[in-house]
């Protein structure tokens, strides 16, 4: 029978379990690469394992989120990640070199293999016919010390592609956006996008990548292209030519849905504010001021559409209301730009260059002001990511945002009566890794340097037979890990301190939610109410530590998003389901909720029995996990069970 690219790839990693929709697989991993928003956890966390070398073929630390340096704490926690990858055998791509999507898909890649990537948007690597998978920082730590990755074997959707796109004014930006206008950002949640058809020729790697990267955003497990000759050309150019394999689904492969998008009727698109499915046609905004613009990011900071920014920009002013901010995804790609005069292009319009690095994307540096419109070709635009939650964050592709900066406002792109170059995919990359530092050998006596902002893990104490607490926040669908952990330029350096990031769970929400908590926590500890698809968006491990930090005992929604889960489960806290949606309805905040015999029910039907002690019903939840993650909440979070497993061996 016909496989697709999917099954391929992970027939030839599987350690164990079945290809079978929702059944746990275990796959050997080839690559893990860290960034250090997330890195300096799963580094602290693979250290508390206790393992001296990191056992996968290749892992890379990155740096390009924490980038302000305007107290100690960043800087100190670059040196302790520099120092913990030559301690224990990883790649450091060191601050400048640019945002970990990006450059691992410039210099790591390789069609057919599986990477792992403390961050949502590893997917990137799918535009290279890789399988790239976003991961908790402890999800990463143990796969480092050894172990399989386990997931629920996602469903395989076919994208299948025809056409062509119309350049230069509709990119792949625009192709994410119609799809996400689509399926929503619940779309993809226990799916694999597998994009095919006649179409996928039409895209270059880095445009594949710009798929992929936002397939993020639909909650899909990732997403992945073939490789074929287009792959083979991006990695000659990138003189890598000897990792390519040629990559495609048998002609009689089997899908669970097949989705068809005709890249010729793309058009240019928009995101509207607070979320990346809020989708519209560019030209219905026409006439919207515009404040910021902002052209970068993981998802567009590809040499090729900037180049055509450039040529948007070349001889134009930026809008006198407008400020426009340029954060290039490389090295490389910025070296290239400069050297060939299109950054000083950019310059001479009135572009403020950032550093090679997250930037504005995550809120570090870059806010828009109260009230202010800022159109991003970023890949979220949630309330208050930016820094601000008075401002609205429109998505739209690289090339829309130049011709927006130049007019002030959103205009129909095809009438703007600016120029566009059409980009044109170089066939040679200017290579030169010199802010990559290898793994070192006779590691033994590095020191491993922590300054102190960086403090221990917390573990949660063992689960208990009963749990009694408090409502301590009611909240709808589609609540983000940015609302229940804010990013930001004075949150994020605290990423590696879990006392002192607790203090600003919810804050967006609920400003005293964390003393509250703190309050509750003799009264039996709080637990969280949720929509669906409750904590979407990042996989940062922050948002299910530090609610563990404040004494939260469980969550209960309507469903919840994929690494989030996970994360919960790492850490000890039990994901539950209302059994009965409308149940949901009837709770409110502040209630007093008993749940009874936690343990029996884990380990026998999944089934809890919840009674609302305030309002004197009961209702039913349940938890849907599988053998090794109801061990992982028996041990009390999946440091404590990997360090017994290590212990007998
Ligand atoms: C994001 O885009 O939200 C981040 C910041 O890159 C996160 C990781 C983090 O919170 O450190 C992600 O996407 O996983
Ligand atoms: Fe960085 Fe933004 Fe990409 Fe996240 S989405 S990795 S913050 S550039």
Same mark, same amino acid.
């Given at each position: 029978?016909?496989r697709?690219?999917?099954e391929?790839?992970?027939?030839t990693?599987?350690?164990?379990?079945e290809?079978?929709?929702?059944?746990?697989?275990?796959?050997?991993?080839?690559?893990?690469?860290?960034?250090?928003?997330t890195?300096?956890m799963?580094?602290l966390?693979?250290?508390?394992?206790?393992?001296?070398?990191?056992?996968?073929?290749?892992a890379?630390?990155?740096?390009?989120?924490?980038m302000i340096?305007?107290n100690?704490?960043?800087p100190?926690?670059?040196?302790?990640?520099?120092t913990?990858?030559?301690?224990?055998?990883?790649?450091?791509?060191?601050?400048?070199n640019g945002i970990?999507?990006?450059?691992?898909? $410039?210099?790591?890649?390789?069609?057919?293999k599986i990477?792992?990537g403390t961050?949502?948007h590893?997917?990137?690597?799918g535009?290279?016919?890789?399988?790239a998978?976003?991961?908790?920082?402890?999800d990463?730590?143990?796969?480092?010390?050894?172990?399989?990755?386990?997931?629920?074997? *996602?469903?395989?959707?076919?994208?299948?592609?025809?056409?062509?796109?119309?350049?230069?004014?509709?990119?792949?930006?625009?192709?994410?956006?119609?799809?996400?206008r689509?399926?929503?950002?619940?779309?993809?949640?226990g799916?694999?996008?597998?994009?095919?058809?006649?179409?996928?020729?039409?895209?270059?790697?880095?445009?594949?990548?710009t798929?992929? @990267? /936002?397939?993020?955003e639909?909650?899909a497990?990732t997403?992945?292209?073939?490789?074929?000759?287009?792959t083979?050309?991006f990695?000659r150019?990138?003189?890598?030519?000897?990792?390519?394999? $040629?990559l495609q689904?048998?002609r009689?492969a089997?899908?669970?849905?097949?989705?068809?998008?005709d890249?010729?009727?793309?058009e240019? /698109?928009?995101a509207?504010?607070?979320?990346?499915d809020n989708?519209?046609a560019?030209r219905?905004?026409?006439?919207?001021r515009?404040d910021?613009? !902002?052209?970068?990011?993981?998802?567009?900071?590809?040499?090729?559409?900037?180049?055509t920014?450039?040529?948007?920009?070349?001889?134009?002013?930026?809008?006198?209301g407008?400020?426009?901010?340029?954060? *290039?995804?490389?090295?490389?790609?910025?070296?290239?730009l400069?050297?060939k005069?299109?950054?000083?292009d950019?310059?001479?319009?009135?572009?403020?260059?950032?550093?090679?690095s !997250?930037g504005? !994307?995550?809120?570090m540096? %870059?806010?828009?002001?109260?009230?202010?419109?800022s159109?991003?070709?970023?890949?979220?635009n949630?309330?208050?990511?930016?820094?601000?939650?008075?401002?609205?964050? =429109?998505?739209?592709s690289p090339?829309?945002?130049?011709?927006?900066?130049?007019?002030?406002?959103?205009?129909?792109?095809? @009438?703007?009566?600016?120029?566009?170059?059409?980009?044109?995919e170089?066939?040679?990359?200017?290579?030169?890794?010199? /802010?990559f530092?290898?793994?070192?050998?006779?590691? $033994?006596?590095?020191?491993?340097?922590?300054?102190?902002?960086? +403090?221990?893990?917390?573990?949660?104490?063992?689960?208990a037979?009963?749990?009694?607490a408090?409502?301590?926040? +009611?909240?709808?669908? @589609?609540?983000?890990?940015?609302?229940?952990?804010p990013?930001?330029?004075?949150?994020?350096?605290?990423?590696?301190?879990?006392p002192?990031?607790?203090?600003y769970v919810?804050?967006h929400?609920?400003n005293?939610?964390?003393k509250?908590?703190?309050e509750?926590?003799?009264a039996g500890?709080?637990?969280i109410?949720?929509?669906?698809? =409750?904590?979407?968006?990042?996989s940062r491990?922050?948002?299910?530590?530090?609610?563990?930090?404040?004494?939260i005992?469980a969550v209960?929604?309507k469903?919840?998003?994929?690494i989030?889960r996970?994360?919960?489960?790492n850490f000890?806290?039990?994901?539950?389901?209302?059994?009965?949606?409308?149940?949901y309805?009837?709770?409110?905040?502040?209630?007093?909720?008993?749940?009874h015999?936690?343990?029996?029910?884990l380990? %026998?039907?999944?089934?809890?029995?919840?009674?609302?002690?305030t309002?004197d =019903?009961?209702?039913?939840?349940?938890?849907?996990?599988?053998?090794?993650?109801?061990?992982?909440?028996?041990?009390g979070?999946?440091?404590?069970?990997?360090?017994?497993?290590?212990?007998?061996?």
């Amino acid at each position: 029978m016909g496989r697709n690219i999917v099954e391929k790839i992970f027939e030839t990693h599987k350690a164990y379990g079945e290809l079978t929709p929702n059944t746990p697989v275990g796959l050997r991993i080839d690559q893990v690469y860290t960034q250090d928003a997330t890195g300096t956890m799963a580094w602290l966390q693979f250290e508390a394992i206790g393992i001296d070398r990191v056992k996968v073929p290749l892992a890379v630390s990155y740096v390009d989120h924490n980038m302000i340096q305007s107290n100690y704490m960043n800087p100190d926690d670059h040196r302790f990640l520099q120092t913990a990858a030559a301690r224990y055998g990883a790649y450091f791509s060191r601050p400048g070199n640019g945002i970990s999507h990006q450059i691992h898909l $410039e210099r790591f890649a390789v069609p057919g293999k599986i990477v792992l990537g403390t961050d949502s948007h590893t997917p990137t690597g799918g535009g290279m016919g890789m399988i790239a998978i976003g991961v908790g920082g402890l999800d990463a730590a143990t796969v480092m010390a050894g172990a399989p990755y386990e997931l629920g074997m *996602p469903r395989v959707v076919l994208m299948k592609l025809k056409g062509r796109l119309i350049r230069p004014w509709v990119t792949a930006m625009d192709v994410i956006l119609e799809i996400l206008r689509k399926l929503t950002v619940k779309g993809g949640v226990g799916k694999i996008l597998e994009y095919g058809g006649p179409g996928v020729k039409d895209l270059s790697v880095p445009e594949r990548a710009t798929i992929t @990267n /936002m397939g993020a955003e639909l909650g899909a497990t990732t997403s992945v292209f073939p490789s074929d000759k287009r792959t083979r050309f991006f990695l000659r150019a990138q003189e890598r030519e000897k990792d390519w394999t $040629e990559l495609q689904a048998d002609r009689d492969a089997k899908y669970h849905e097949v989705i068809e998008i005709d890249l010729g009727s793309v058009e240019p /698109m928009i995101a509207q504010p607070h979320s990346p499915d809020n989708v519209v046609a560019a030209r219905e905004l026409a006439g919207t001021r515009v404040d910021q613009v !902002c052209i970068g990011s993981c998802t567009n900071s590809s040499y090729q559409v900037l180049k055509t920014v450039a040529s948007i920009l070349k001889g134009n002013s930026v809008a006198d209301g407008v400020s426009l901010l340029i954060n *290039p995804g490389s090295k490389a790609v910025y070296e290239m730009l400069s050297r060939k005069g299109l950054a000083a292009d950019m310059i001479a319009a009135g572009a403020r260059i950032l550093e090679c690095s !997250c930037g504005p !994307c995550i809120g570090m540096g %870059g806010a828009p002001g109260t009230g202010h419109v800022s159109v991003r070709s970023y890949n979220r635009n949630f309330k208050g990511r930016s820094g601000n939650k008075d401002s609205f964050v =429109y998505l739209a592709s690289p090339v829309a945002c130049a011709v927006f900066a130049v007019k002030g406002k959103v205009v129909d792109l095809q @009438n703007s009566g600016l120029h566009a170059e059409v980009p044109r995919e170089p066939a040679s990359y200017l290579i030169n890794d010199n /802010m990559f530092i290898p793994p070192q050998q006779n590691a $033994e006596k590095v020191e491993v340097i922590k300054g102190p902002n960086i +403090k221990e893990v917390p573990v949660k104490e063992p689960l208990a037979e009963k749990i009694e607490a408090d409502v301590l926040l +009611k909240l709808g669908d @589609n609540v983000t890990t940015d609302d229940i952990m804010p990013a930001g330029s004075t949150i994020l350096p605290l990423r590696s301190n879990i006392p002192a990031i607790s203090e600003y769970v919810f804050s967006h929400i609920d400003n005293i939610f964390s003393k509250r908590a703190e309050e509750a926590k003799s009264a039996g500890g709080g637990i969280i109410v949720g929509g669906e698809n =409750y904590g979407q968006g990042s996989s940062r491990e922050h948002a299910a530590i530090a609610p563990m930090f404040l004494g939260i005992q469980a969550v209960i929604a309507k469903s919840f998003a994929r690494i989030h889960r996970s994360n919960l489960i790492n850490f000890g806290i039990i994901p539950l389901i209302f059994k009965n949606m409308e149940d949901y309805g009837r709770i409110e905040k502040g209630d007093r909720l008993l749940l009874h015999d936690v343990k029996k029910s884990l380990t %026998g039907s999944q089934s809890y029995v919840i009674r609302n002690l305030t309002r004197d =019903y009961s209702f039913e939840a349940s938890s849907s996990l599988n053998g090794r993650e109801k061990e992982i909440i028996l041990s009390g979070g999946l440091l404590p069970n990997t360090r017994k497993h290590i212990q007998k061996i």
